[in-house]
């Protein structure tokens, strides 16, 4: 259903848009309709765009199945024109109403398909080719039914434009074109499908490790009330500093995602996971303990404060990941200054991403054992994963050796406590015996991952590539991309393209997806021949300053990731933006619309 | 105890499992997208295996001015800002025909109107007659919205150089040529 509503709101956006900057579609320059005004006869309404006309004696109609018949269209008067070559011609403009008279010869025929042919042109000094436009129309119920344009029947018939291939955010900024709650509950949906990307899965062990972490019995009460707390503060985080970022136009995730905010949060990560490993216990002052213990008894949830506080950190920190849905929402609000809905639709997005976390809550209240050292394993699991958190926390910015030395040491560590390298008693138990397993795979990887570390391995996914005899190390050939750093720059680079299409993306060391982006999809050998016939551009946005936020200003990006693409005479391709992490096939679909402008 | 515990596992292993295979879904969901346009290589390979017929019925291979510099026109005898044009590519095949140029008229029209309007403006260069495979062409080198008129300028060495929506000012598209030949 979600996915249905976005891609017919998708199609709304590209026909509206249009694959061509200040010429509509076919469609939506000539939108037709048709019904039925008697047994006897059509009624076709043109709704003609301003600036467009249709011509009055190019029009042909066809009915189908061949025992309907139809007999000369009525036209209203129109606008006449000298024409040099055709003499007096006449045209529409605004909306136009043609009576087609008809017959049918047969009486059980219960619907009829109407083709009608038009001819029309824009002012700007271009004409559409014959266009085809289709109904179908129900004999028996004398009503109408929707119109579409589909294959072409008549050599002069042409197909209905593919859509071109809108970006995320325009997807996103259509969505936000509907109506409140619709737009609302769109968000909701959004965010329930942006809860099974990897970006939330960090959360379920921050959530998790809160809830392990309250060290008392947790009910399942206090393990729904706590997730709900801790989503509450995360939906707040994203409603307010969306609405925030949207007013002052600011570059949101640069300033929460640098690498101080970064390697701060994984600090706290690594502290709360030892805390886990039960190096120490976590604890305030007993003073102010007993005053916190005091209030919570009055305060359902417990330690809410620190929940919540917590849930307003853990937003940030996924922020660049749904990077798509938060610059569309954000490109809305920035744009039509409609604080209210924008910021109602990011709470309700937070909350959809916040669905599966409750359930999280709501069953480690059940699931988890209520004492014993079974809580034990549990906790230091939850330790482990915080760790694996901070590590991902802290990628972007850490040289790959020293993160794939962490993960290996990480692994390493994970297998110890699993008890990789202790004797199994000889009256195991099946579980004992599968921790064992686990544990020398975790061994075995940690150790491949520190070889690479000290071997030079270039290639996270293949710590040991580096070790191969033959293969040696790949060259990873960077993009050989032309570093622009203010709009000035950016100008004179699209002057010297010349002819030739211009790719400009937005990077920053903290963006997580150009990185992927980087290694994934520009190394793709498709991408890469695509690459050939085009100018790049990169605008390395790392440092922030005021020309920086001038770029970006200027194409109305809140910062990394964006992808923005010239056409041969130097016009930004409206539609055809890409914002995040695009695996290479559907990003060699868009460069070839890029070439193909 | 245990069993609690190994639920939660498994919990946890099939909502991730589920999430990754919907988040792939979903991504892929949004590359379906059909793209008709090709690369301008491509769009050289279709423009060089059409054939369409001229004024008296006679079939002519677009391949067949491969060498000269050639500039392809799309326009139909209804379409006055295609109509506005063509002096001005009668008048450029006058005086850098001798140079290497070429102007082909593809009209997507009826063929005695054409003819008529051919002879009228005393069009200088071979006019073909295009048909559903011209439309497609059309979009497939870039012209979306499916509108006239629309020109192709082809070098010597047969790369397409130039696509140019709308009507085109003789000194503009002289601009455009006389570097190419």
Redesign the interface.
């Known amino acids: 259903m979600m996915r249905f509503v976005l891609l017919l709101l998708l199609l709304c956006a590209s026909l509206a848009r249009g694959a061509e900057p200040d010429l509509l579609e076919p469609d939506k320059a000539f939108r037709f309709s048709a019904r039925l005004k008697d047994a006897h006869s059509i009624e076709v309404n043109y709704q003609i765009a301003p600036g467009y006309y249709l011509y009055r004696d190019k029009f042909r109609f066809a009915l189908t199945p061949a025992e309907a018949k139809a007999g000369a269209a009525q036209f209203p008067r129109g606008e006449k024109h000298k024409d040099e070559f055709f003499g007096e011609v006449e045209t529409y403009r605004g909306s136009l109403s043609i009576v087609l008279p008809f017959e049918v010869a047969k009486a059980d025929i219960s619907a009829i398909k109407l083709a009608v042919t038009s001819q029309g042109c824009a002012d700007v000094g271009v004409c559409y080719i014959p266009y085809e436009q289709n109904a179908e129309l129900k004999l028996a119920a004398l009503t109408s039914s929707a119109p579409r344009s589909d294959a072409p029947a008549s050599p002069f018939g042409v197909p209905a434009a593919a859509p071109a291939a809108g970006g995320d955010d325009d997807r996103v900024a259509a969505l936000l074109g509907g109506g409140f709650w619709l737009a609302v509950a769109s968000f909701f949906g959004f965010g329930l499908l942006l809860s099974f990307t990897p970006c939330v899965l960090p959360m379920v062990p921050i959530l998790s490790g809160i809830i392990i972490g309250a060290g008392r019995p947790v009910t399942r009460t206090k393990g729904f009330t706590l997730a709900a707390v801790y989503v509450l503060g995360m939906a707040i985080t994203y409603a307010a500093a969306g609405v925030a970022a949207g007013l002052s136009g600011a570059m949101l995730s640069a300033t929460l995602q640098n690498p101080w905010v970064l390697g701060a949060f994984a600090a706290i990560f690594v502290v709360l996971a030892l805390s886990m490993f039960g190096f120490y216990e976590l604890q305030l002052p007993a003073t102010l303990q007993s005053r916190l213990s005091g209030a919570s008894n009055r305060l359902p949830g417990g330690q809410g404060l620190g929940v919540f506080a917590m849930g307003v950190l853990s937003a940030l920190i996924v922020g660049p990941c749904v990077a798509a849905p938060l610059a569309g929402a954000l490109l809305y609000i920035s744009q039509s200054r409609d604080v209210v809905l924008g910021g109602a639709a990011l709470f309700s997005m937070a909350l959809g991403m916040g669905v599966p976390l409750l359930a999280v809550g709501a069953s480690a209240g059940a699931l988890l054992p209520k004492a014993g050292a079974w809580m034990e394993s549990v906790k230091r699991f939850f330790g482990a994963l915080l760790l694996a958190v901070a590590i991902y926390l802290v990628s972007p910015f850490t040289p790959l050796p020293l993160q794939m030395f962490l993960w290996g040491a990480l692994l390493v560590g994970s297998a110890v406590y699993l008890r990789a390298v202790d004797t199994l008693p000889a009256d195991a138990g099946g579980v004992q015996r599968f921790g064992k397993v686990v544990g020398l795979i975790a061994l075995v990887a940690g150790g491949a991952y520190l070889i690479g570390a000290f071997s030079g391995s270039r290639d996270i996914f293949q710590p040991l590539a580096g070790l191969r005899a033959t293969g040696g190390v790949e060259t990873a050939h960077a993009t050989p991309f032309q570093r622009i750093a203010s709009v000035a720059e950016l100008d004179a680079r699209i002057r010297d393209a010349a002819g030739k299409p211009v790719m400009l993306d937005f990077y920053a060391d903290w963006c997580v997806s150009c990185k992927e982006m980087e290694r994934f999809t520009f190394s793709d050998e498709r991408v890469k021949t695509r690459f050939q016939g085009m100018t790049l551009l990169q605008a390395d946005v790392t440092a922030n300053t005021a020309e920086h936020g001038a770029l970006l200003k200027r194409f109305r990006l809140f910062g990394p990731p964006g992808i923005i693409f010239f056409d041969r005479d130097g016009r930004e391709m409206q539609g055809l933006r890409v914002i995040g992490f695009q695996p290479a096939e559907r990003f060699a679909a868009v460069l070839d619309q890029a070439i193909g402008q | 105890?245990?069993t609690?515990?190994?639920?939660?596992f498994a919990?946890?292993a099939v909502?991730?499992a589920?999430?990754?295979s919907?988040?792939y879904l979903?991504?892929r969901?949004?590359?379906t997208?059909?793209?008709?346009?090709?690369?301008?290589g491509a769009?050289m390979e279709r423009v060089y295996a059409t054939r369409l017929t001229d004024l008296k019925g006679a079939g002519q291979g677009l391949d067949q001015w491969r060498g000269r510099v050639v500039v392809i026109n799309f326009w139909?005898?209804?379409?006055?800002?295609?109509?506005e044009e063509i002096p001005g590519f009668v008048s450029l095949q006058e005086r850098y025909g001798a140079l290497g140029l070429q102007f082909v008229g593809v009209a997507?029209d009826q063929p005695d109107k054409v003819a008529e309007?051919a002879r009228?403006f005393r069009i200088n260069y071979p006019v073909l007659i295009g048909?559903?495979d011209v439309?497609d062409l059309?979009?497939?080198?870039?012209n979306?919205?499916?509108?006239?008129?629309y020109t192709l300028v082809i070098d010597r060495q047969g790369n397409l150089?130039?696509?140019e929506?709308?009507?085109l000012k003789e000194s503009k598209l002289e601009g455009l040529i006389q570097p190419l030949l």
């Not at chain 2, 059309?138 to 870039?142: D, K």
């Not at chain 2, 979306?144 to 008129?149: E, K, T």
């Open positions: 105890m245990q609690r515990t190994l639920a939660l919990v946890v909502a991730s589920m999430g990754g919907a988040y979903w991504s969901s949004s590359a997208v059909v793209d008709r346009s090709l690369t301008p769009v139909a005898t209804w379409c006055a800002p295609c109509r997507l309007f009228e048909g559903l439309m059309l979009r497939q080198a870039g979306r919205a499916g509108v006239l008129p150089v130039g696509r929506r709308g009507g």
